[in-house]
């Protein structure tokens, strides 16, 4: 993952938001540090805030907690950390929907991704799946898309969520093999599982993570993986870039922010202290476990990657037609 960011910093020629002069003289981070989480306690992004800040404490010699503020699919916590001083004591994680997604989604945001907020590292990286039900019969890629092409109106695919990054990326699947499917809406992954299981629904969109454990009990199959290289965590199932689905390539992240203005040299003591957390073999191999890639890098890829996938779901979450209730 490290040589992605690398390639995408290659063709960099911007740079971070900067402090205006004069703003903030300050060069170090000299007080508490907070890390807001958009989503309630145990779950994935509370999950690496805690891992991060842990080691954080010991290498920025100041005390870092995390404070949950669950709800509206983390705009909340973006509001929050919009609103705090740009001085490195309230930084964020959020994944990639809120930030790259849900800006296209919902007109009425009180935040703006790119404006109000600093990229300070990348964290983790994840890739999606999509896997086959017993309903479908497929066991690879291209049994699938030739049931889906004989069975119209029939490839339909659950996902976690009206939405949801999950719903787009099956949007932009389904125009990628040119077949239209239906997109079944639930509440959260644990919410389909046995409607998956029994084949109640031909296959399902998710974070890989949330569809390995059903894939290796073969309950269902995974078909294919949306990184541009195959999942550490599941080396037999090939990319749709394998099989020759072009323009389908995507990858997941859970990152770092700073309300905008934080200057440079406070976003850089903020990287390098998450960047030694994720080295850590013991955060790594946690990670590993939840099906994440440590990822690390500069500020400056990091805006450039969260630009990039702010630009690449708008078109498609405008093709699907989407309205949210």
Excluded: C
């Amino acid at each position: 993952m490290n040589v992605r960011i690398a390639a995408v910093a290659a063709s960099l020629a911007l740079g971070i938001v900067l402090a205006p002069a004069g703003a903030i003289a300050q060069d170090k981070i000299d007080k508490p540090v907070r890390i807001v989480v958009g989503f309630a306690p145990g779950g994935t992004a509370d999950i690496i805030a805690r891992l991060v800040a842990d080691k954080m404490s010991a290498t920025l010699g100041q005390p870092v907690v995390v404070d949950n503020r669950p709800g509206a699919i983390g705009r909340i916590a973006a509001d929050a950390v919009k609103a705090a001083p740009p001085d490195g004591s309230v930084i964020m994680v959020q994944p990639i929907g809120p930030m790259a997604v849900v800006p296209h989604v919902y007109k009425d945001l009180t935040y703006d991704p790119i404006k109000d907020f600093t990229p300070i590292a990348i964290g983790t990286t994840f890739q999606f799946a999509f896997a086959a039900s017993p309903k479908s019969g497929a066991k690879t890629w291209p049994e699938f898309v030739a049931w889906a092409k004989a069975n119209p109106g029939k490839a339909d695919y659950a996902t976690s969520g009206a939405g949801s990054l999950p719903h787009f990326f099956g949007v932009m699947l389904g125009r990628g093999i040119g077949v239209e499917m239906v997109h079944v809406p639930y509440k959260g992954s644990a919410a389909y599982a046995n409607d998956l299981i029994s084949g109640q629904v031909a296959g399902a969109v998710d974070a890989i993570a949330d569809l390995t454990e059903f894939h290796r009990a073969g309950k269902v199959k995974i078909l294919a993986s949306s990184g541009a290289a195959r999942s550490t965590a599941l080396p037999d199932v090939p990319t749709f870039a394998e099989l020759g689905v072009t323009g389908v390539e995507a990858m997941g992240w859970f990152g770092f922010f700073a309300p905008a203005k934080t200057p440079k040299p406070i976003i850089d003591a903020l990287n390098q202290a998450i960047n030694k957390a994720l080295q850590s073999p013991d955060v790594a191999e946690k990670l590993s476990k939840l099906g994440m890639d440590p990822a690390t890098g500069t500020p400056e890829q990091f805006a450039t990657i969260l630009a990039n996938d702010y630009a690449k779901w708008g078109p498609i979450v405008k093709a699907s037609g989407f309205k949210p209730d």
